[in-house]
Each structure stands twice: as structure tokens, then as C-alpha cells.
């Protein structure tokens, strides 16, 4: 059983300059609440209670948002009170995803575990969490597993994209996998949307990369090296994704939070 939830929360976050100066972008609001907030209750309601944050130079704000401290019961409505004790730990320079991940190691063991990206939100449109629906197909196929999602054109320098063989309805077995490529580049329209079902062994090939896209150490390179010795499927699924990674989407995730708010 998966209980491991490894979430990064260490980028710069230039694209939200001048803002993240002095700010994370994952304690920017969706409503009331901060992204990094959903991110653990998306993590809790899929039955992951072994949390690990990973957070930088200037992300102290988020490590202060879980303290059960200056809780009153007013609180108890968003649920911080129910949420597991959560571990962090501080990537010592911010030099990407793919360097982040690295200081899971430790945590992370002999065990499964799932990366859930501390600047994206799923609202899943079954009873079950996205992040469930990825574990379920997991489960039966006992391999490593990544969501993808459709993207446009115009989009696909903004995300990790994958080639890959359909098995069957939303499933796939990649091939290879490329870091915000050109559309002419690009072997797909999937692509990677920020959930990452993955074994320790994804830490031999962390460890492998050299400096990519961006500038920036990245996990898919090391998923691509992983793929050339290993199988890695990815699968879509049942919801929508919320990327806050820019400024331009947080704005249309507030304003479709704030349209669709039960209260
Ligand atoms: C990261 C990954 C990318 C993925 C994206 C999803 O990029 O490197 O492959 O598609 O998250 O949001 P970032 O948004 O951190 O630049």
C-alpha cells in the first residue's frame, strides 16, 4: 500500500516575479485557502499520510501554515487540525525539480511513492481523488505510473511531454519523454501534469542527470533514463488540473474557484 506523499515546494518561482521575493507561490490563495493546503488534502484523501515537504531559501511561510500552533476552533473547518504531522526538509540551492526530489531519498526507503507538484490542484469529477484514481491504476499494474493530460499546441513548451505506446483506454507505455520541447518537437500532445507514482530507483538516475532545460537539474530527464531500463506507464484522468506554476493561471484557477464555491 502506497502511504508516501513527496511534495517539492522549493522553486524560485521567477514566473511569479516580483511577488515570490519575498512569498512562495504555493501560499498563494485559491478562495480562502493556500495552493500548498489542497496539495496536502489532495495527498490525506488518497491515503497518503506520510507527507514530505520540500522547501527552500524563503519558503519558511509554508512550514509555519501547518503548525497546529494559534489553531482555535474556528479552524477546525479547514482541517489542518486533521491533517498527519508532516516532515520538511530545505534543498540546499534551488537548482530544479530533478535536484529536489534527491533530498526524498532518505524519507522515501524501499517504499512506492507519489510526487504531487506543490504548485498544481486537482478537482477530481469522480468520488475519487485524481491522486486515487492514479494509485488504483498502479496497483493493478505494479509499475510505475506518471499522469498526462491533452495539451495544446501552444502549451507544450510548458511541460514535460511524453511518447508513448497506447495499451489501452487512457493508458500508456512510454518510450521517452522530453522537457518543454517545441510543438515541432514535441512527440505528443501528452503531457505531464504533475503526479509521479515512482520506486527508489528513480534516485539512481536523479543522480545521473546532468543540468537541463532551463537551467535547472529536471525529473524528466532522469525519467528518460529510467524508461531506457525500466517500464514507466502514464495514464490520464478523471478531473482537472489546476496548474498555478504562472500568473495567468492562478488568476483563471481564483476566478473558477470563486464561480463554483459552495459557500
Ligand atoms: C514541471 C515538470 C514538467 C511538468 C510540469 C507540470 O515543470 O518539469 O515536466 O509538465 O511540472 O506542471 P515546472 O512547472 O516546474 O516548470
Known sequence: MIKKAVIPAAGIGKRFY????????????????????????????????EILIIVGHGKEAIIDYFDYNGLDEEMDNYGIRDFPSIYFIRQKEQLGLGDALKYSEKFVGDDPFVVLLGDTVYVSSTKKTV?????????????????????????MKDYGIISG????????????????PEPDKAPSDLGITGIYILDNKIFDYLNKI?????????????LNLYVKENDLHASSFKGKRYDIGTKGLWYEAFMEFLKNRRS
Not at 493556500?34 to 496536502?40: A, E, L, N, R, T
Not at 491504476?137 to 491533452?150: F, T
Not at 505506446?165 to 518543454?180: A, C, R, T
Open 131 to 155: 491522486t486515487r484514481q492514479l494509485i488504483d491504476v498502479y496497483d493493478k499494474l505494479k509499475s510505475p505510473l506518471i499522469a498526462v493530460e491533452r495539451v495544446k499546441r501552444e502549451k
Open 210 to 222: 546532468k543540468i537541463g532545460k532551463n537551467n535547472e537539474y529536471q525529473l524528466t530527464d532522469a
Open 18 to 49: 516580483p511577488l515570490t521575493r519575498a512569498m512562495p507561490k504555493e501560499m498563494l490563495p485559491l478562495l480562502d485557502k493556500p495552493v500548498i493546503h489542497y496539495v496536502v488534502e489532495e495527498a490525506v484523501k488518497s491515503g497518503l499520510d
Open 165 to 180: 505506446e497506447k495499451i489501452k483506454k487512457n493508458l500508456w507505455k512510454v518510450d521517452y519523454l522530453v522537457e518543454k
